[in-house]
């Protein structure tokens, strides 16, 4: 069974930054593209930043210039590194590989 563990959440001021790590286990990591979405309070998910098996990255438009994804196939992890966070950003973070999605992290931006 696949599992994706995520970390690196927390509680950050506006303008500041935190990355977010999901590593995987029991899958040939690198042959797959990632996921990370998130979920508001009371919103859908939403996909934030895909990376796939090549490393070539996407991008949702709200985080475009802020949000970074990367991927280490040596440590089966993927990164996501979020600058100039906004309160907006506030949310769920989860990863996505093929259907299996990990637990989430909470994001909270707040003065």
């Known amino acids: 069974q696949v599992t994706l563990v995520e970390s690196g959440g927390g509680l950050v001021q506006p303008g500041g930054s935190l990355r977010l790590s999901c590593r995987v286990f029991?899958?040939?990591?690198?042959?797959?593209?990632v996921d990370w979405y998130r979920q508001a309070p009371g919103k859908e998910r939403e996909l934030v930043a895909t990376?796939?098996?090549?490393?070539?990255?996407i991008y949702t438009d709200s985080v475009k210039g802020r949000f970074t994804i990367s991927r280490d196939n040596a440590r089966n992890t993927v990164y996501l590194q979020m600058n100039s966070l906004k309160p907006e950003d506030t949310a769920v973070y989860y990863c996505?590989?093929?259907?299996?999605w990990g637990q989430g992290t909470q994001v909270t931006v707040s003065s």
């Open positions: 029991r899958t040939v990591f690198r042959v797959y593209g």
């Open positions: 990376i796939t098996s090549a490393g070539s990255t």
């Open positions: 996505k590989l093929d259907n299996n």
